[in-house]
Nanobody, 126 residues
Framework: VQLQASGGGLVQAGGSLRLSCAAS??????????MGWFRQAPGKEREFVAAIDWSGDTTVYADSVKGRFTISRDSVKNTVYLQMNSLKPEDTAVYYCALSNDGIGPRVVLSDYDYWGQGTQVTVSS
């Protein structure tokens, strides 16, 4: 499985960005997998941001982004999105998408994920 994240960039506080993560795999379906977004700021540990289950019906968010970020998925395109609104300087980080082979329920723990994308930088200026 390969994950390709994109959509990061530089934005002013209060602005918006949409991250995308395209998943590809040979010989297997990705429709039963769970997907998530994590982020890592300089000098800090990687932290959970948002996750979605295999169906797209159940999502979960970190308290710090609840009400501002929205995770969604397109199972036909094998792509997961993170719409980020009302961005704050503290949202600045490298954002990573991840895939869990177990799609039952959104996963919030790093170790629940089996594959990781390369990361995309998000910088929010004040």
């Amino acid at each position: 499985v390969q994950l390709q994240a994109s959509g990061g960039g530089l934005v002013q506080a209060g602005g918006s960005l949409r991250l995308s993560c395209a998943a590809s795999a040979y010989g297997r379906t990705l429709r039963t997998t769970g997907m998530g977004w994590f982020r890592q700021a300089p000098g800090k540990e990687r932290e959970f941001v948002a996750a979605i289950d295999w169906s797209g019906d159940t999502t979960v968010y970190a308290d710090s982004v609840k009400g501002r970020f929205t995770i969604s998925r397109d199972s036909v395109k094998n792509t997961v999105y993170l719409q980020m609104n009302s961005l704050k300087p503290e949202d600045t980080a490298v954002y990573y998408c991840a895939l869990s082979n177990d799609g039952i329920g959104p996963r919030v723990v790093l170790s629940d994920y089996d594959y990781w994308g390369q990361g995309t930088q998000v910088t929010v200026s004040s």
